[in-house]
């Protein structure tokens, strides 16, 4: 059976960094987008003072996230000099180990909600 895996998280960008941030964030989109064809819906999203970037991440399965981690390896360990905090990070369905590892080596919380039980998943443009 088909299993999508979801992943959100808001990311608290360190005060005069934003600038940093979102070129951060635009590399990963741009390395996304070359090495993980499975990554169904990748994108980040600011909020208006600049404070705050949430990424929402849906991945044909949880091997695609966890794909997505070693592709990103390098860039995660670059982050701390524009990364103040991870908050509302959420795994909706079974993550895979390197996530949960990942989440408990660095002290963070993750909500998870691992069990599918239905929906439609629809990507691209809409049909009109």
């Known amino acids: 059976m088909y299993e999508p895996f979801v992943y959100l998280s808001t990311y608290t960008v360190r005060d005069g960094h934003l600038d940093e941030a979102l070129e951060a964030c635009r590399e990963v989109a741009r390395l996304v987008e070359s090495r993980e064809p ?6 980040f999203f ?3 003072p ?9 991945h044909a399965d949880a091997e695609s ?29 079974q993550p895979p180990a390197v996530v949960t590892q990942w989440y408990r080596e660095a002290g963070e919380a ?19």
């Open 38 to 43: 499975r990554m169904l819906v990748f994108q």
């Open 46 to 48: 600011a909020d208006e």
């Open 50 to 58: 600049g404070r705050q970037i949430t990424c929402l991440q849906v």
């Open 65 to 93: 996230m966890a794909n997505h981690m070693a592709v990103i390896s390098e860039h995660l360990a670059r982050s701390g000099s524009w990364l103040e905090s991870f908050s509302n990070a959420m795994a909706l369905g």
């Open 110 to 128: 993750l909500d998870q909600f691992p069990r599918h039980v239905a929906g439609v998943l629809r990507v691209g443009s809409p049909v009109g």
